[in-house]
C-alpha cells in the first residue's frame, strides 16, 4: 500500500512537471541585471553623488548643532553653582530650544519626508521611470513575455544568451 501511495505520488509529479514545462515553454523569459545598469548609467551616478553631498551638508550641519548642544550642556553643568536662578533658566531654556531646533531640522531635512528623502525621489524616481520604459520597449520590440531581474536574487541561473542587460544599456546610450 505505502509503496503504491509513492508511485502514485511520483505519477502526479511526474505529470504536473510535464504539464507546466509546456506551459513555460510558450513564452519568452530573459533576465536582467539591474544593479549593473545602475552602475554602468552616469546619470544615475550622478544623482546619486547630488544625494551624498546633501547628505553630508545636512549631517554637518546637525552635528554642529549638536556641537553647540554640548558645549551649552558642558557650560551650565560646570556654572551651575555660580548662576543666580534667572541665568540658569534662561541657558536651560537656550538648550531646550536648540534642542527642539535640532529636531525640527532633524525632521524637515532628514526624516522619511524630509527634503533628502524628496530630493532623492526627484532626482532618481525619473531615472528609474525612464530605465522601465525602455525594459518595457525592449520587451516588446523583442517579443519577450518575463523579464527577471537577477539582481533582486529570484534568478539562480540564467543563460547568457537570454542576458538583455546589454540590450538595455544600449538602449539608455542612445536615449541620452
Not at 67 to 80: D, F, I, M, Y
Not at 88 to 102: F, G, H, P, S, V
Not at 103 to 113: A, S
Not at 133 to 140: D, M, R, Y
Amino acid at each position: 500500500m505505502k509503496s503504491f501511495k509513492l508511485t502514485a505520488l511520483a505519477v502526479l509529479a511526474a505529470l504536473l512537471l510535464a504539464g507546466s514545462t509546456g506551459i513555460f515553454a510558450q513564452g519568452k523569459i530573459v533576465f536582467l541585471d539591474s544593479q549593473k545598469i545602475l552602475e554602468s548609467y552616469t546619470a544615475f551616478q550622478d544623482a546619486q553623488k547630488q544625494v551624498e553631498e546633501l547628505t553630508k551638508t545636512y549631517e554637518t550641519e546637525y552635528q554642529n548643532m549638536q556641537t553647540r548642544g554640548q558645549k551649552l550642556v558642558e557650560e551650565l553643568e560646570s556654572q551651575r553653582l555660580l548662576l543666580s536662578p534667572e541665568k540658569k533658566t534662561q541657558k536651560e531654556n537656550e538648550i531646550r530650544t536648540l534642542q527642539a531646533q535640532m529636531d525640527k531640522f532633524r525632521y524637515e531635512k532628514l526624516g522619511p519626508q524630509g527634503e533628502l528623502y524628496q530630493k532623492n525621489q526627484e532626482l532618481i524616481q525619473p531615472i528609474f521611470d525612464k530605465i522601465n520604459s525602455l525594459i518595457t520597449k525592449v520587451s516588446e520590440q523583442e517579443g519577450y513575455d518575463l523579464v527577471l531581474d537577477k539582481a533582486q536574487g529570484a534568478l539562480l541561473y540564467g543563460a547568457p544568451d537570454i542576458d538583455i542587460t546589454q540590450r538595455v544599456l544600449d538602449e539608455l546610450d542612445k536615449a541620452q
